[in-house]
């Protein structure tokens, strides 16, 4: 089945940078683009970037552009995100998501599945 | 960006009530407009694409309307799984945004 499953739990102190990983598994890895969405503690869902594992080209929200690098690894199918010059602000869940469909069209798209995502705490 | 609001911010409802959930973009979105269902501690399930389709496997009490800027998102007959809040993505440009979310809650 298509899973996507996601690096463990991370605690940085504010700063530092922080890399994570996202597996896929279950269909062609570089069929479908990624998308990277964080959550911080109570609040909504909040794009980081994303990332097309076949060209390897990725596009950052304005907010991340100066801190965000998403890159890939076509050999283990893992995308990875990291997020440098961390704040404490940047405590959240990050999550990967799949994007549908399969194709390169910048609009009419959704998010299916997601990873079970990646707690990163940023605290002194 | 656009800018997705949805309302109520949350609601309580009882089991076998029939529930909507609104959402509105701050520029025509075509039907470019999905919506999710997320449960404590676990990640956003899809539900709904492309503002009315749903998602393999998703119950049929569950269907979404609209285009342009506004969109509805029915639960009928609400059942005790159904607790969780919802959220509402457009999908127009590359860069997605979502509404703040609806947390339905037990009366």
């Known amino acids: 089945q298509v899973q996507l499953v996601q690096s463990g739990a991370e605690v940085k102190n504010p700063g530092a940078s922080v890399k994570l990983a996202c597996k896929a598994s279950?269909?062609?890895?570089?069929?479908?683009?990624l998308y990277w969405v964080r959550q911080a503690p109570g609040q909504g869902l909040e794009w980081v970037g994303m990332?097309?594992?076949?060209?390897?080209?990725?596009s950052y929200a304005q907010k991340f552009q100066a801190r965000v690098t998403m890159t890939r690894d076509s050999s283990t199918s893992t995308v990875y995100m990291e997020l440098s010059s961390l704040r404490s602000d940047d405590t959240a869940v990050y999550y990967c998501?799949?994007?549908?469909?399969?194709?390169?069209?910048?609009?009419?798209?959704?998010?299916?599945?997601w990873g079970q995502g990646t707690l990163v705490t940023v605290s002194s | 960006d656009i800018q997705m609001t949805q309302s109520p911010p949350s609601l309580s409802a009882s089991a076998g009530d029939r529930v909507t959930i609104t959402c509105r973009a701050s520029?025509?979105?075509?039907?470019?407009l999905n919506w999710y269902q997320q449960k404590p501690g676990k990640a956003p399930k899809l539900l709904i694409y492309?503002?009315?389709s749903l998602q393999s496997g998703v119950p049929s009490r569950f269907s979404g309307s609209g285009s342009g800027r506004d969109f509805t998102l029915t639960i009928t007959s609400l059942q005790p799984e159904d607790f969780a809040t919802y959220y509402c993505?457009?999908?127009?440009?590359?860069?997605?945004?979502f509404g703040q979310g609806t947390q339905v809650e037990i009366k």
């Open positions: 998501a799949r994007k549908l469909p399969n194709n390169y069209s910048n609009s009419w798209y959704w998010f299916d599945p």
């Open positions: 279950g269909y062609t890895f570089t069929s479908y683009s």
């Open positions: 990332i097309d594992p076949n060209r390897g080209s990725a």
């Open positions: 520029q025509s979105i075509n039907n470019y």
């Open positions: 492309a503002a009315s």
């Open positions: 993505q457009h999908s127009y440009s590359i860069s997605p945004t």
